[in-house]
C-alpha cells in the first residue's frame, strides 16, 4: 500500500453561497467577482476545505427573532455582542447553496456552521461563543496541514475570524486578498485587516500564489 503524505497546504473556502451574492440576502457587493479566482485558485491545491453558513429559521442572529429590532443593529447576547442579520442562509433552502458556478470537485470537506440555534459561527473553526469547536482544527492537524490559505466571504467576517482563528491553533495563515470581498459594516474591513496583521496573518493576491504554486 502506497502511504499518503501529508498535505502542508490547505486552501479554505469561505461562504461562497448564494445569499451573499449580489441580489442575495445578504448581498456582498461584487461577491460573485471571487468565484472564478476561486477557480483558478483550487487547481493549484490537492487539499480544498469549503465552508457554509447553515442556520436554522430560528437562528438567534436573525433580526427577524428579535422584536422591533432592524438588520445591523448590535444586540448583546449571552456570548457578546452580535450584528443581527437579514435572514439569511436557512438550512435547506437555495441561499444556503454554495454558487451555480464555485467548481471545486476535488474539495475534501464541508464544514456547516452556524447550525446551533442559539449562537452564532463566523469562524470555520470556533463559533462565536469561543468554546464550541467545528472540528476543523482537529481536521487539519490529522491531515498533516501547517499553511492555511483563504478565500470567499466575507473578508471582515467570516475569512477575517477563520483566519484569526487558524493563527491561534498555530497555522500559518495567508489571506488571498482578491479572492474576498467584504461587508465593511461601520469601518469592519480596516478593522479585521490591522486584526490580522497584529495576528500575523499574511495577504497576498492570487496572481502571486498562482506563480508561487506552478513549481509545486
Known sequence: ?????PVEDVFLVVDVQVDFMPGGALAVARGDEVVPVINRLARRFSHVVLTQDWHPRSHVSFAANHAGRQPFEMMTLPYGEQVLWPV???QDTQGAALHRDLHVPHARLVIRKGHHEHVDSYSAFIE???ATPTGLEGYLLNVG???VWLAGLATDYC???SALDARAA???VIVIEDACRAIDLNGSLDQAWRDMRAAGVQRVNSD???KARETT
Open 145 to 147: 496541514a501547517k499553511r
Open 208 to 210: 502571486d500564489v498562482l
Open 170 to 172: 498555530g497555522f500559518e
Open 159 to 161: 475569512v477575517a475570524w
Open 128 to 130: 462565536a461563543d469561543r
Open 88 to 90: 439569511h442562509c436557512v
Open 1 to 5: 500500500m502506497t502511504e499518503m503524505k
